[in-house]
Every structure is written in C-alpha cells, then in structure tokens.
C-alpha cells in the first residue's frame, strides 16, 4: 500500500512526532511511504523516504525538500509546467498535540477529499481537550477520575484533598503536569500550567495507580490490541516519553483477570463508539477499588502504538478500507432558481 | 477596510450562504470587499465584487472565474510568473452549516496564518453540534431546554411526553425538523431526521413559548446587540429562513423589562465566554416560566445578525483589530540534538 506519512507541525510535540514518523518506517516494511513533514511555520515539504533521519530536520536542511500544497484531491508540488498530485492511497496523521489532535489536518484532510486514518474534526476537539474529554465519558456513561477545572482567571482554590495532578487541558506528553503534595506548591503548578493553556483540570494523584493502556480501533470489526500494564514511574516526563515514541516491538500483555481484561476493552468501545471511526487510538484506563476509570484518551498515540498490535501493518489495511467519508451534498439551487422566477428573472 | 468575504461551501445551506454574502454588500458600505466562493466541489473561486449575483452561482458561470489555494499567509493565484497573493486586512467566515459552522474553515484560516472573523475550531466543534451545546451549557451553569438524546442505531422510544420537536444534532436553518404532536408520528419524523444525521435530539415542542434572540461579541469590551423577539410562526422553514438571511434593515428592539433583558445578556456572556473570541454570534433563547433556556447557538448567524446592531460596520472593525491568536511554538530540536549528542552524532 502506499502510504502518506504527515508529521511535524506547530507543537509542543512537534519533535516526537518526528520520532514516531522515522520509527514508522520500521513498523510498515511492506508499504510504499511518502513523508510529508509540516514544519514549525506551517509549510507542507516532501521528505525522500531513503534519507530520512532526525537531523535532516534539526539542522533545516528540509527546507531544500519540495514544497507543497493541498487542493482537491491531495497534495500537489506547484511547477511551470503544470502541478503534480502526490500519489498516496492513504495519509497517516501523525502529528501529535497541536496541529495533528486538535483536529485542524483532519479538518482540510476531509475538506479536499483525502482518505486519511486520524480522528476526525469532532473526536479531535472533544479528545484533545482533557476537560470536554470528562464531558464526552460522561454522556458516554464511561466513568473518569473525579477533576476540578480551573480557568486562568479563576481564583486559585481547589477542593479535592492532596496530593493532586494539575494538567493543562490540552497538551499531551506531560507538558506542563506537575504533581503538588502540599497546598503551598500549588501556586507554582499553576503557574507552570497556565504557561501552557488557559485552562486546567486538577485530579487527585493516586500513589502505585494501576494503569492499563488499552488501543485499538473498528474497521469491518473491533481490533482491540493486547492490554499493557505501562511501566511504573511517578510520571513520564517529556524525555522518557519521548524515548517511548520510537517503540517498535511488541510488548507482553498485562496479567489481569478475564473479567478486568473485558471491562477495560467494553469501556474502550464505548469511547471509540462511531465517533473515531477512521482512527488507531490509545485509552489510558485507572482501576481503583476494582473501577474501571477513563484516564486519558491518546488520539494520536505515539508511533500508533503499533507494538501493542499483533500485526499493525495489515490492520492498517484494512482501516484504510473502511474509513467514514461525509456524505455528499447536492445543490441543485433549487431556492435560488425559485425566487429569482418570483422576481421574474429566470 | 479590506475584507474577505468567504462563503458557500459544501453544505446544506450553500444557497442561503450565497444570499447572505450578497447582503453583506449592502450592509459594509464603507469597506472594500473581495469574495471568495466555495464551490460544492470545495474549490476556491475569486468572485469579482462588481458582478456579484445569485445567478453567477446557480448557472454555474462562477466557474469562469480564477481559481484559488491557500498557502500560508491566505490566498493566491497561481500564474506562471509567480504566484500572487489575494490582498486582505482580515476574512469573515460567511459559511453556514457544514465547512463553515463545522470548524472546517477555522482550521484552515488558522493553520494558514490568516486574521479571521468566525468561531473557532472548538468553538465551532461544540456549537455547530446540538448535543455537545448542552454539555457546553451545562458546564457553564447556563439552562438549556430539556432533552433526549437518539441514534440512529437506537430503540425508537423517548419518555418526554408529547408535542415534540425533532432535530438532527447537526444541521441549522430547520433542516430535517419535525414538530410531532402523537407517538404515532414519531417514526416518520425520525426517518425524515435521520436522512441527514446519525443522532438527533428530541426536546418538548413549547406551544407559543416566548423567544429572545441576542446576538453579540467581545472586542476590547462587550458589544451586545439590541434583543429581539423574533416573529412568531410555529418554526421558520427553509424557504422563510432563507428570505431571512437577506436582511439587512434594523428591527426593534423586544418589548420586555430590564430584569429579563439582563438575565438573558448574562447567558449570552456565559456562552460566549472566551470560547467564541474572534466571532460574532446569536443565541436565541426560550422564556418558560420566568426562566431563561438557551435554545441553540448560531455560531455564524444568517447575514451575521446585522441587523440588531447599531452600528454593524464599525463594530466589525473593532473585532477585527481584537482577534485572538494561537501562542507560537518555538521548536529548538533541544531534545533531538541531546539524543544526537548521546548518540555521538552530533
């Protein structure tokens, strides 16, 4: 299959997406790839899939790459004598946070017709940001880890006993959570939070949490990935999150029971449901007291988390095969050709 | 002023789009106007701003006219001897319904650097659909009319009792709209929703209820409109709503007392929030009771509510100097350049 790779963007995350779109070329051995990376100043530039590598990008040396631009149908590069299209059966969104989550790809992916495996406009919006993320579980009856939100301008107060986890609303890879034990450290937090984003959401932080990832997606059926038990520190902070990006080999799955194994991947589906059709997610699960509670949803996760999948490639085939399109509009004018006869003008 | 007026769009309200572009022309005299058409198709077309007619799109003629790509900065012709770009101080998001409401074009005019006039990309996501309004309003303390909620896939049953009215969750203008008076009925107002939507709300059709429209926005301070008491049919049609989108002649202001006038002010400010920063919107609230109910958003209202302010033009100009912009991302490859240096590649 031939496969658009698009990575880069104006992020925070900009530079694990780098990582996660080389590692990319690991996973899918038996694909033809196209990269197309969206610089920090938002330009489109054609990447040669046989020198890619991390300091092509660092040094700027991309922008000696063609340029391209989206009209119908894909991208094209722009010449004297006519544009071409960029082949490409399929484009793969993997820029992660701003740009990539957000929803703005999705948006001009559907809006010039591309098939493209991501979430679309309204699962990006709703999973990007962690605040209508809780909005979306809970009308989806899938139960979270209780929060506050607390917005820049609102005074600094919080109800909940600490210690507490205080997250910018929308920015993945840990930027800008710390962790605050003690009333007095909550003001730099913030402080740090804000940086980032006007709003925030405070939960409580749960010391040797068990956590579950759970990733998947539905093409003519669900496939569900193993579920891993993540390795245990505090938190990932950006670095070691940044390592985890370039994941290539599969992982054991988590030792649960039958029982937790099946409450995890029902809480999965409910999240996924028909809104991220056309999309590979990662839900990051919490169980306390035996409670199956959303934490996080990765819409976009590092590398796809292609290594919690049996064979990814071929289960990215069969998505390419089922992906949700709009449905097609017809004008016909029907309201203007009617009221320019009542004037007398047809 | 120099503004871009962008309208059409693949959408069910392409047509009262057009008619609400061509009113603009009436309504921004002291401007200078350039149009940008939207095809069904989703090209770009440069309208001459002189020639401007419903006829020029319904006999397809528009289609003579210079296409147009977005690049960063806005748009350009592409020619031979260099592209050039279309000149413009700042674009008014004139698309009704999908593309324009759905947060299609917002992406687009951020991503690619342009000041523009529209509610954003969250914004739009949470407006355009009438479900995720009511999450929106309900985390905002503000009260919504009652409602159930139904997908396509769902049993056929709904326990609040009779008149009801039927909406798909995502279409304006009363497309696909059913007022139903006996369970009998419902089937076939839901057959008739369903053509456009996968999930519709159900809420109690209010005989005779009193309705206030305030439209508005924030510059460097409030700009409420005056309050209307929009003309009282069972609901608008299409057809009436259409007429409606060419209006362009002040109305008066509604006939009530201060008390309610404020309550619904205070919604209107609780809604638009910072959340719809950068647009100009109308919200038509029920009175039921004494108590005011936000019945729905109009993210991007027919002819942009014109006719309930004062002074349009100016207001538009002082928006225009007071749009909110994303925060630039430095990308420093910080963390690709110590991995190259670990690596021993640097």
């Given at each position: 299959?031939?496969?658009?790779?698009?990575?880069?963007?104006?992020?925070?995350?900009?530079?694990?997406?780098?990582?996660?779109?080389?590692?990319?070329?690991?996973?899918?051995?038996?694909?033809?790839?196209?990269?197309?990376?969206?610089?920090?100043?938002?330009?489109?530039?054609?990447?040669?899939?046989?020198?890619?590598?991390?300091?092509?990008?660092?040094?700027?040396?991309?922008?000696?790459?063609?340029?391209?631009?989206?009209?119908?149908?894909?991208?094209?590069?722009?010449?004297?004598?006519?544009?071409?299209?960029?082949?490409?059966?399929?484009?793969?969104?993997?820029?992660?946070?701003?740009?990539?989550?957000?929803?703005?790809?999705?948006?001009?992916?559907?809006?010039?017709?591309?098939?493209?495996?991501?979430?679309?406009?309204?699962?990006?919006?709703?999973?990007?940001?962690?605040?209508?993320?809780?909005?979306?579980?809970?009308?989806?009856?899938?139960?979270?880890?209780?929060?506050?939100?607390?917005?820049m301008n609102d005074k600094r107060k919080i109800s909940m006993a600490y210690p507490v986890i205080i997250k910018p609303v929308c920015l993945g890879s840990s930027i800008g959570v710390s962790i605050v034990?003690?009333?007095?450290?909550?003001?730099?937090?913030?402080?740090?939070?804000?940086?980032?984003?006007?709003?925030?959401?405070?939960?409580?932080?749960?010391?040797?949490?068990?956590?579950?990832?759970?990733?998947?997606?539905?093409?003519?059926?669900?496939?569900?990935?193993?579920?891993?038990?993540?390795?245990?520190?505090?938190?990932?902070?950006?670095?070691?999150?940044?390592?985890?990006?370039?994941?290539?080999?599969?992982?054991?799955?988590?030792?649960?029971?039958?029982?937790?194994?099946?409450?995890?991947?029902?809480?999965?589906?409910?999240?996924?449901?028909?809104?991220?059709?056309?999309?590979?997610?990662?839900?990051?699960?919490?169980?306390?007291?035996?409670?199956?509670?959303?934490?996080?949803?990765?819409?976009?996760?590092?590398?796809?988390?292609?290594?919690?999948?049996?064979?990814?490639?071929?289960?990215?085939?069969?998505?390419?095969?089922?992906?949700?399109?709009?449905?097609?509009?017809?004008?016909?004018?029907?309201?203007?050709?009617?009221?320019?006869?009542?004037?007398?003008?047809?």
């Amino acid at each position: 299959m031939n496969i658009t790779i698009l990575f880069g963007g104006s992020s925070f995350e900009h530079e694990i997406s780098i990582v996660s779109a080389i590692t990319m070329k690991k996973v899918l051995k038996n694909s033809s790839l196209t990269y197309i990376f969206v610089s920090s100043d938002r330009k489109f530039y054609l990447i040669d899939t046989d020198k890619i590598n991390s300091k092509l990008f660092s040094s700027g040396e991309y922008k000696k790459s063609k340029e391209l631009v989206l009209k119908q149908g894909g991208f094209y590069s722009l010449g004297m004598f006519g544009d071409k299209k960029i082949e490409s059966e399929v484009t793969l969104n993997l820029i992660h946070g701003r740009d990539g989550e957000d929803g703005k790809m999705a948006s001009m992916m559907e809006f010039y017709d591309m098939p493209y495996i991501s979430p679309r406009l309204e699962a990006s919006a709703l999973s990007y940001n962690k605040l209508y993320t809780k909005f979306l579980a809970q009308n989806l009856g899938v139960k979270t880890v209780p929060y506050e939100h607390l917005s820049m301008n609102d005074k600094r107060k919080i109800s909940m006993a600490y210690p507490v986890i205080i997250k910018p609303v929308c920015l993945g890879s840990s930027i800008g959570v710390s962790i605050v034990r003690e009333a007095k450290d909550l003001d730099y937090a913030l402080d740090v939070a804000f940086e980032y984003d006007n709003d925030v959401i405070v939960e409580p932080f749960i010391e040797g949490v068990k956590e579950f990832n759970q990733a998947g997606c539905f093409t003519s059926k669900w496939e569900l990935s193993i579920i891993e038990e993540p390795q245990k520190e505090e938190f990932l902070d950006f670095e070691k999150k940044y390592m985890d990006f370039s994941r290539d080999s599969q992982v054991l799955s988590a030792d649960i029971s039958d029982t937790l194994a099946l409450q995890i991947q029902e809480s999965f589906k409910s999240i996924y449901g028909t809104l991220f059709k056309g999309s590979i997610i990662r839900c990051d699960f919490f169980v306390v007291d035996g409670e199956v509670l959303l934490n996080e949803i990765n819409p976009i996760p590092g590398s796809m988390a292609n290594y919690l999948f049996e064979d990814f490639e071929v289960m990215l085939g069969r998505l390419s095969q089922n992906l949700p399109r709009e449905s097609a509009i017809n004008i016909d004018y029907k309201y203007i050709h009617s009221i320019q006869s009542a004037k007398g003008k047809a």
